[in-house]
């Protein structure tokens, strides 16, 4: 097991009208509050009205962010620094999914920087102060609501990076099942494969002796395979989708890896699909990670797959190591099928036009992944993945 | 799933040499510390010596609060917090396990207490302040390191009881497995059943729609008997060792029972067996269990037992359900056996003298247990495990 860090900050209010702790959390800090959502979805749900009658109630002033986008620009940050600048906000309020956290990460230490947000993008030990920030929740799926993460696009210059920092741990996050009752069935399966993917690419490593880290990535997966399917066939389903949402904040910056520290493989991929193409991130994560697991199935890796396949997929231990491996990638790809997720890159549009620009900027790092890749590597994935 | 909340505010250091984190964890809340330690153990290790050079080379001032007992007594509390008064202590450093730990932490809200500190460990909820604390661990046993629960005897009135509060998380824990090496055998087997039995003890409750809690919890048990035998057998092993810490540190305070909160059975029967004859904690705990499990299966439970048994235990799925019930009973009762934990009461020097009154005591609460139990119940409990 390797040496690491561990410390959860943030204060999370978990289950049904956690939404009561949000006046007291907000007035902790302050009472001018820059909230920050992507499209109409809150107002349809009535969760924007519920916010604005806490604020009404409790002498919150507030000023909006409305409209992130689904891969967040920095064009947005910059909106929203400019916004809590100019109007002396203390708490910054992000009403949503991963993009609108992570656009409210950047937002909330922009504000505390002397210069381009962008800087921060690329560095994210620049960040020497933050805005505090609350989250409420209402999609299952990046785990950015109790991480130290965020990914900023700059489509001027197809760039989406990640960046991180101990200051972008959210204050307090409520974390309301509910509230994802209404999110669409496509977001489910791309959600459920995203928290999937921070579970599956950090559990093929290479440390030793991390058997607990080990079996706890795979009580995540089995929560994932189990519950997936049913919150994608009964949206309503209050169990599947608060295992679900508990699954993506567990996923990500806790438990599963710290000991085990490895590069991410499949995100990067991701990313530059994203950045070129504008693809939804698990969408693009469903169609990447079992090319990928074929890729780098060899003799030095087999052992890994085989508790994949054995652990999480069930598969009889008595088969060839080949045949377990094998046959978990196969689940794997028909699982991501079950929720009717894209198998193939060309259905959400991706040519072959920007394959070997895509290889060289994802390529960045990956000599430290779990089975390290080459740009050659990549565009191999890439080809098979179209 | 129930609602709950969740965060772990202590920063941990995990790992082979992080007692280089020492003096900055220190020097960021002052420059006198009061060092509490148990027996000699310490000294023989080598551990005193390098806090004691940490402490000239960083002109760190130390008191010294010595000689914590195993099940730690309120005298020895209030020492300490005298201790700290005379001298303007900042900070409170525990070297030890969760007796010191535990003794820590009503020192450092017992100093900021207008009163006696029995009153702070008979109500938690006086706490409004506290020294901050730093913790060294030499023991992976009960989770004190990164939890906000503490335990004190009154060995004049056979009391010992728990008390907790938000406060008592440690601001740092220092997590070395290799400080654990040299833990005696005995103490290796009674702290890996301290640790199964927080999970176990809360694995069997009656919400509904946790599966991601009973899989990570499987996960932690699974850890505990993988690795017990090897520490018990390998007291080098750094693997062994680094696998049962961290599984003590997550056994009891974060992501096994948050959604599923029910009360301790065996916890509260143990407490009273160690406040009448002062008995090791986990062996106390080892003993009780499978006659409480026993005592508590039937139709309405034996779902559970199931569950732990073939995940747990990975008993044939296929057999009788009352038949996997009594295997998982049996398999856990041999586990004990085989870290040569005594099996009897009556090996460890209780007699029948106390049992009516302990019987009392203990069932107050447990009428909120998974299986609720009146004194009668744990009168019979007592008597099956004399």
Redesign the interface.
């Given at each position: 097991?390797?040496?690491?860090?561990?410390?959860?900050?943030?204060?999370?209010?978990?289950?049904?009208?956690?939404i009561g702790h949000l006046a007291e959390s907000i007035l902790k800090f302050g009472r001018k509050v820059l909230l920050v959502y992507g499209g109409e979805s809150i107002k349809r749900t009535g969760l924007y009205q519920t916010i604005r009658t806490i604020f009404e109630q409790n002498g919150i002033e507030s000023f909006e962010l409305a409209g992130v986008e689904p891969n967040p620009r920095i064009d947005t940050v910059r909106k929203g620094i400019q916004l809590c600048r100019q109007n002396d906000v203390d708490v910054v309020l992000a009403v949503g999914g991963g993009s609108t956290i992570d656009c409210s990460k950047v937002v909330s230490a922009g504000v505390k920087y002397n210069g381009d947000a962008w800087d921060l993008v690329k560095d994210g030990s620049l960040i020497k102060d933050t805005l505090p920030m609350i989250v409420i929740l209402t999609i299952a799926a990046t785990g950015s609501e109790m991480n130290r993460y965020a990914v900023i696009s700059d489509m001027s210059t197809n760039d989406k990076m990640g960046t991180f920092s101990p200051l972008f741990y959210p204050k307090v996050s409520i974390l309301d099942p509910e509230y994802t009752f209404t999110v669409p069935k496509n977001q489910t399966s791309s959600g459920t494969a995203d928290i999937m993917s921070h579970i599956m690419e950090r559990y093929f490593h290479n440390a030793?002796?991390t058997?607990?880290q080990d079996?706890?990535s795979?009580?995540?997966l089995?929560?994932c395979i189990?519950?997936g399917p049913i919150a994608y066939n009964e949206p309503e389903n209050?169990?599947a989708r608060?295992?679900l949402m508990?699954?993506s904040s567990?996923a990500i910056d806790g438990?599963t890896w710290?000991?085990n520290s490895v590069a991410s493989s499949a995100h990067p991929m991701e990313h530059q699909l994203s950045a070129y193409h504008d693809i939804t991130h698990g969408v693009g994560l469903a169609i990447i990670i079992p090319h990928w697991m074929k890729h780098i199935l060899n003799d030095k890796t087999v052992g890994k797959f085989v508790d994949f396949g054995v652990n999480v997929w069930d598969i009889d231990p008595s088969l060839d190591s080949f045949e377990i491996a094998s046959k978990a990638i196969e689940k794997s790809k028909e699982f991501f099928a079950s929720l009717d997720l894209p198998a193939t890159l060309r259905e959400v549009g991706v040519t072959d036009k920007y394959l070997d620009v895509m290889a060289e900027k994802a390529a960045v790092g990956l000599e430290n992944a779990f089975y390290p890749l080459t740009s050659k590597d990549v565009l191999a994935i890439y080809k098979e993945s179209l």
């Open positions: 097991m390797n040496n690491f860090t561990y410390q959860i900050p943030t204060e999370v209010y978990f289950g049904k009208g956690q030793k002796g058997y607990i079996r706890l795979e009580s995540l089995k929560t189990h519950y209050y169990e608060a295992n508990w699954a567990l438990i710290r000991g």
